[in-house]
């Protein structure tokens, strides 16, 4: 996970560094400003996401999540597509509800009540998916959004373009259950304030708890649970810090012990843990792979 708030050439490093380390995917932000420190500089996601394409080769990459406050979900689809077409296939769409009271407040959006939020959530969802899988989508009768007879042309690399979908709450799960490739949570007891992280215990136990719930919700689609991926963002190293070899070996058996496939760390802050990140790969990922 890069947060774009260094120079582009370093951010360019970076992403070069995270392929050629072996990491399989590589995600961004996506926020109006970083929602924890609003006067750092910050680049717009998508526009970076671009960038990426072109600057890497064979790493898969995408937003960890794009934000319902944020996007038009008929102009996401078409973003998403664009971009899987500029990378030869390479784009996963990560969705998630937003909330973050800046990316409201800056940029003029209403704050939506929780009801709301989801039921906004659950129609962009449907219409991004509807529009990669056939390539046409119209927003519900009575709904959030007027999207009339919208088109777009599908990849003809991915088909259907994954589409991973963040979700915490029963109401977030439930879309994830219908149209997610990928569900993708984190250890917090709510979403939006990092001060809801949870020890890893913890975390680890309500973790697992939502994997069930969303097994019930998969059920109810008439779903293999094994259909859909699950990763685990691990907030906890936002803050810069990269954890040693054992740990990450230690948080990877208890995710896959919950049956958790994949894990994402955030890049270190301080370049002085870089060298961190460079044992992980070395020392951590062939064991994950074998």
Same mark, same amino acid.
């Given at each position: 996970m890069l947060l774009q708030n260094e120079p582009w050439p370093i951010l360019r490093e970076r992403a070069a560094r995270a392929e050629a380390m072996g990491f399989t995917g590589l995600w961004m932000a996506d926020h109006f400003v970083n929602p924890y420190v609003q006067d750092q500089d910050w680049f717009e996601?998508?526009? &970076?996401l671009g960038a990426i394409a072109e600057a890497t080769r064979t790493i898969r990459f995408g937003p960890m999540v794009s934000s319902l406050t944020l996007r038009n979900p008929a102009l996401l689809a078409r973003a998403a597509m664009t971009l899987?077409?500029?990378?030869?296939? =390479?784009?996963? &769409?990560?969705?998630?509800?937003?909330?973050a009271p800046l990316d409201?407040?800056?940029?003029? $959006?209403?704050?939506?009540?929780?009801a709301e939020r989801v039921g906004r959530f659950r129609e962009s969802v449907q219409i991004v998916s509807d529009l990669l899988t056939t390539g046409a989508a119209s927003a519900p009768s009575g709904g959030y959004y007027h999207v009339d007879s919208a088109q777009v042309h599908p990849s003809p690399v991915q088909q259907p373009l994954p589409l991973t979908v963040a979700a915490l709450g029963k109401g977030a799960l439930r879309v994830a259950a219908r149209y997610a490739t990928t569900w993708n949570t984190m250890g917090m007891a709510r979403g939006r304030d990092l001060k809801g992280l949870l020890p890893h215990e913890e975390?680890?136990?309500?973790?697992?708890?939502?994997?069930?719930? &969303?097994? =019930?919700? &998969?059920?109810e689609e008439g779903k293999d649970p094994t259909a859909i991926r699950r990763s685990y963002l691990v907030a906890g190293t936002y803050s810069g810090a990269t954890p040693? $070899?054992?740990?990450f070996l230690r948080v990877s058996e208890d995710l896959q012990d919950i049956g958790m496939d994949g894990m994402v760390i955030y890049w270190?802050?301080?370049?002085a843990n870089e060298p961190a990140l460079e044992r992980l790969a070395v020392e951590a990922l062939p064991r994950l792979a074998d």
């Open positions: 996601s998508w526009t &970076l899987d077409h500029i990378s030869g296939g =390479r784009f996963d &769409l990560g969705m998630g509800a937003g909330g409201h407040s800056m940029t003029g $959006v209403p704050t939506f009540t929780p975390a680890m136990a309500i973790t697992r708890e939502r994997s069930a719930t &969303l097994d =019930r919700f &998969l059920e040693s $070899v054992e740990e270190p802050s301080d370049p």
